[in-house]
């Protein structure tokens, strides 16, 4: 996408942004986070508020549908307490559209910091914990009227078939790294009983817990941002998925900040030992596709194949590595 696009798509939305809520562009900012969906910090005549344009690539319009009914459990979790942005509705949809078929969303501007991955403090994953239980309570109070589930578990042939693939790419490009990276996944696909996902409760869940979607204070946690991928799934990857985000660092893992975490978590959820084991298992087998040769692999997903791949290091030891969480 060039300037001169970025630049159509912003002044299509800053008029609509006019027409439909009647506000007054003064300032604004673009925020280079995320993937291929544009975002703008906006000063307006009501305050800061925060602007974010749904790529076509990432969310056609069949999917507009579901991104609202992500975007209504939002406001529900907002109306709950909930530290999350508010969202502005206009003729009680969430998703609004521009004259050349643009769709973005309008919604406040939160407090706090974005951090690195693995930089958080005990006090901060604490924090995080007891507001993600939080969410999977107030989401799954109700079980009347459950959607399909939507993504599972790919089988062992059909992980074996995308390694092979990506282990053929290796080789052509003689990255002996990789290969070896892969011969490990290849043996944890081959020696892994399904089973042991089998337990795995269903539910609504966040589905993109990492750093980049988390505003922290110095204590604690300011916001949880980014429910654009909230989906009926596996709750148990709002688990993992901050952990590893949040607590390894330097390809280590902070046992002291996963109890944080726990501990938090138990506050409003049960949390055993084993559930948590599996929830980084679980993870490990939505992602390990991702893993490849660098310069194939997306800049994006640099820091989740590095947490594949220490995942896949420890795979037969967390049990042990968390025996104390």
């Given at each position: 996408m060039n300037s001169v696009n970025k630049s159509d798509i912003r002044e299509g939305i800053f008029k609509t942004l006019n027409n439909k809520f009647g506000l007054k562009i003064l300032n604004f900012s673009q925020i280079d986070l995320g993937?291929?969906?544009l975002k703008w910090k906006v000063k307006t005549d009501v305050g800061d508020l925060f602007v974010k344009q749904y790529n076509k690539i990432r969310y056609p319009d069949?999917?507009?549908?579901?991104?609202?009914?992500?975007?209504?459990?939002?406001?529900?979790?907002?109306?709950?307490?909930?530290?999350?942005?508010?969202?502005?509705?206009?003729?009680?949809?969430?998703?609004?559209r521009t004259s050349d078929g643009t769709n973005f969303v309008l919604m406040g501007l939160c407090e706090g910091t974005n951090i690195k991955p693995g930089a958080a403090n005990e006090e901060q994953v604490y924090s995080l914990g007891k507001i993600i239980a939080r969410i999977h309570q107030i989401l799954n109070s109700d079980n009347a009227g459950k959607p399909p589930l939507h993504w599972n578990l790919r089988s062992k042939d059909s992980m074996l078939k995308d390694l092979q693939n990506r282990r053929c790419e290796a080789i052509s490009m003689d990255c002996d790294k990789?290969?070896?990276?892969?011969?490990?996944?290849?043996?944890?696909?081959?020696t892994t009983n399904l089973?042991?996902?089998?337990?795995?409760?269903?539910?609504?869940?966040?589905?993109?817990?990492?750093?980049?979607?988390?505003?922290?204070?110095?204590?604690?946690?300011?916001?949880?941002?980014?429910?654009?991928?909230?989906?009926?799934?596996?709750p148990e990857f709002d688990i993992s998925r901050p952990i590893l985000s949040c607590c390894m660092k330097d390809g280590r893992?902070?046992?002291?900040?996963?109890?944080?975490?726990?501990?938090?978590?138990?506050?409003?959820?049960?949390?055993?030992?084993?559930?948590?084991?599996?929830?980084?298992?679980?993870?490990?087998w939505k992602e390990a596709e991702w893993?490849?040769?660098?310069?194939?692999q997306n800049s994006s997903l640099k820091r989740f194949t590095e947490e594949n791949i220490w995942v896949g290091e420890n795979?037969?030891?967390?049990?042990?590595?968390?025996a104390k969480v």
């Open positions: 993937y291929l969906n069949h999917r507009i549908n579901e991104l609202e009914i992500s975007l209504h459990h939002q406001a529900k979790l907002l109306q709950e307490g909930i530290p999350c942005p508010q969202l502005y509705a206009h003729n009680g949809k969430y998703v609004n990789t290969i070896s990276i892969l011969d490990t996944q290849k043996k944890i696909i081959e089973n042991i996902f089998s337990d795995c409760e269903q539910g609504w869940c966040h589905w993109d817990l990492f750093s980049d979607n988390i505003l922290f204070k110095p204590d604690g946690v300011s916001a949880i941002l980014d429910f654009d991928r909230m989906h009926y799934v596996y893992i902070d046992v002291n900040k996963v109890s944080a975490f726990v501990k938090g978590y138990r506050e409003y959820q049960t949390l055993t030992k084993q559930q948590l084991v599996r929830s980084i298992k679980l993870t490990w893993v490849r040769v660098e310069e194939k795979w037969d030891h967390l049990e042990s590595l968390f």
